[in-house]
């Protein structure tokens, strides 16, 4: 087992900047994502861009070509990054070392470090409308992604349904490469914008963000694709795949034909890693899902484990990068390291940075709020994927005395397939808080229990082997 | 299903998905590069036997699983395409652990 000071899972922004800043501090760093490249959600594939397609960078902005340059300090930075690495197990003992175990290129490996940093960033929150199983819908990140990392879009009739700055700026990156939208379904619900306006103040002091929110949205309304307001009641409909989405908007009833829609409700927190290591989390209202509970350092409430970036509350790329050297320049305080003038000078001056990159949250929050809709559920919709649990099965759980949703869980098998309850989880804990008139927070999470990913019985037998 | 934008340089590279041919180009995801062949279908599900494909494309929803090179459960969206690799349809639970890996209490 290899053994290092600070071990930071994801090579995101958040990931890389605080590798970094440990690097400069003189800390023995590893990086592990399960990415084939560094990146993060953001910034995938930016290396492979810029060297291979630069024709690509010109379509997806001038904040994705940003990464490049933190993408290249952190290659240069002597941290050891290990791509393609999926953490399957994180354990933190009372005292002494964590240890990471995860599964690369079929083998087992395990690293022990003194402080880690989770960096996992976030997801998006699953949008389980009738019919999103059908093949032919993905999220709006899902599309982004192959985009980014194979120059791929969707096949046409393309719709875009849902709301939230991911939406807009995917939208914007279509048309900017030439990709036709044939319509996007707006779910935001009427009066969000005004809704928003008191945290305008504090917003200024984001104003970059402000205004390129601003040209996202007047690009697409001036762009003539066709637009769908206060949509409600999607349905994805066909036989063995998409064939046409019906809904409900402001102009009534409608049913397009279509062969590829994208859903898209916002990002939350990634929890697999936070809740395995038995943090504490707190309800987010503004942004209906968990977080871990963290201090000014980014520190959870287990000693020596940090969270920076989007899987601590949704922040954005350049909170990620600032949070990330926040917590890498507490470890090193911590942990003694030699190169650190004015360590806490520095922490200072990021923590005022981050404290500006998240002014405007407030606003987008109001402007984009979370679907309430979720939590209503009580139909035959697919909620659990994997086990094919629906909504009004969640009801029957509920009516039949299941408190939370780990007697959901023994009853429907709810969040035991492989994905472990990353699509069901926060529908679960919404539907029965819904159902029993209590507050999410009373309701509580899956219990995540390692292996956090399928692992393979060859991968078993070679953690044995381990030393 | 995928198209792809023109001037996308990259290597080619050849795989087989049950046992069919399938051109890729370096870089690609086993995913993406099975939708953008034209398969709409990655895997079975193991309770309705109903058809999937990937959601996420960055390895949360596990709709992408299929078997590479004999090993069942890997995520295609994660996996990079390879020269001569074997892809099949995940058809139902592969029974391995990792997926009952985690009891209620
Ligand atoms: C699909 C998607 C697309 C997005 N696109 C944009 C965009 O274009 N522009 C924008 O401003 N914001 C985007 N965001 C928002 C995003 O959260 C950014 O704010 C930013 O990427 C957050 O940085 P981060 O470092 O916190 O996490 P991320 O960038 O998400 O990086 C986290 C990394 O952790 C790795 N990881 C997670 N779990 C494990 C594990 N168990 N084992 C190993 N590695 C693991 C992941 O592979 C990932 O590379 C996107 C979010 C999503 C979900
Ligand atoms: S497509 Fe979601 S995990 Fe691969």
Redesign the interface.
């Known amino acids: 087992m290899i053994r290092t000071d600070l071990a930071i899972i994801g090579a995101g922004p958040a990931g890389m900047s605080a590798a970094v800043a440990a690097r400069e501090a003189g800390l023995d760093v590893i990086v592990v994502d ?3 490249a560094a990146g993060g ?1 953001i910034w995938r ?1 930016i290396e ?1 861009n810029a060297r ?2 630069p ?2 960078l010109a379509f997806l902005g001038e904040d994705y070509v940003k990464g490049a340059e933190l993408a290249a300090r952190f290659a240069a930075s002597g941290a050891q990054h290990w791509p ?1 690495s ?1 953490v ?1 197990h994180v354990e933190s003992p009372e005292d002494g070392d964590k240890t990471v175990t995860l599964a690369w290129d ?1 083998a087992t490996r395990q690293v022990r470090c003194g402080a880690l940093l989770i960096a996992s960033g976030a ?2 929150r699953p949008v389980p409308v009738p019919g ?2 059908l ?5 709006v ?3 982004q ?2 985009l980014k ?7 046409a009739p393309l719709l875009l349904a849902g709301s939230g700055p991911l939406l807009l700026l995917f939208a914007a990156q279509c048309l900017a ?3 036709e939208i044939a319509a996007v379904l707006d779910t935001t619900p009427a009066g969000a914008r005004l809704r928003g306006l008191p945290h305008l103040p504090k917003a200024l002091l984001g104003w970059r963000t402000l205004l390129k929110g601003r040209r996202l949205m007047r690009t697409l309304s001036r762009s003539g694709v066709r637009i769908y307001r206060e949509v409600t009641k999607i349905e994805a409909l066909g036989a ?2 998409l064939e046409r989405v019906r809904f409900q908007s402001v102009g009534g009833p409608a049913e397009l034909e279509t ?2 829609l994208l859903l898209h409700e916002g990002v939350v927190p ?1 929890p697999q890693l936070t809740r395995l290591l038995r943090c504490e989390h707190r309800w987010d209202r503004a942004q209906r899902c968990f977080r871990p509970e963290l201090s000014d350092r980014g520190e959870t409430s287990v000693e020596n484990v940090f969270v920076a970036g989007d899987g601590g509350g949704i922040g954005g790329a350049m909170a990620a990068v600032h949070a990330g050297r926040i917590a890498a320049l507490e470890v090193a305080e911590r942990f003694g390291a030699v190169n650190r003038p004015n360590g806490d000078v520095e922490i200072v001056k990021a923590r005022d940075a981050l404290r500006a990159e998240l002014a405007v949250r407030p606003l987008l929050d109001a402007m984009f709020p979370p679907p309430r809709w979720i939590g209503e559920l009580d139909g035959g919709e697919v909620i659990c ?4 649990v629906t909504a009004a099965d969640v009801r029957k759980a509920a009516a039949l005395g299941a408190p939370g949703p ?2 959901a ?2 009853f429907l098998r709810a ?6 309850g ?2 069901c989880g926060l529908t679960v804990t919404e539907i029965l808080a819904d159902a029993h008139g209590k507050h999410p927070e009373e309701i509580g999470y899956y ?5 956090i ?6 991968e ?1 037998a070679a953690l044995d082997g381990a030393d | ?5 023109p ?4 290597r080619k590279v050849r795989f087989r998905f049950e046992g069919e041919p399938v051109d890729a ?1 370096e ?3 086993v995913a ?2 099975l ?2 062949a034209g398969n ?2 990655l895997r079975m ?1 193991p ?2 036997g ?14 992408c ?1 299929v078997e590479i090179d004999g ?3 890997r ?1 295609a ?2 996996t ?1 395409v390879r020269g001569g690799m074997a892809v099949r349809r995940q058809r139902g639970a592969p029974g ?10």
């Open positions: 399960e990415q084939p959600q594939a492979r291979l397609r024709g690509n393609g999926t399957w079929g997801m998006e999103w199983t093949p032919g819908v993905m999220t990140g899902a599309a992604t192959v990392s194979s120059g791929l879009f969707p096949e490469a030439g990709i063995e795949h062969a590829s990634n994927r994997c086990e094919e780990n007697q869980k023994a969040g035991m397939g492989p994905c472990q990353r699509m219990r995540i229990r390692p292996p990913k399928p692992v393979t019985l060859g078993l | 299903m995928l198209r792809r934008l001037d996308q340089s990259g180009l870089g690609d995801s993406a590069a939708l953008a709409r279908i599900t309770k309705s109903s058809g999937r494909a990937p959601y996420c494309m960055m390895g949360v929803c596990f709709e699983l090993i069942p459960n995520q969206c994660l990079e391995l652990p990792g997926e009952a890996g985690d009891d209620p209490d």
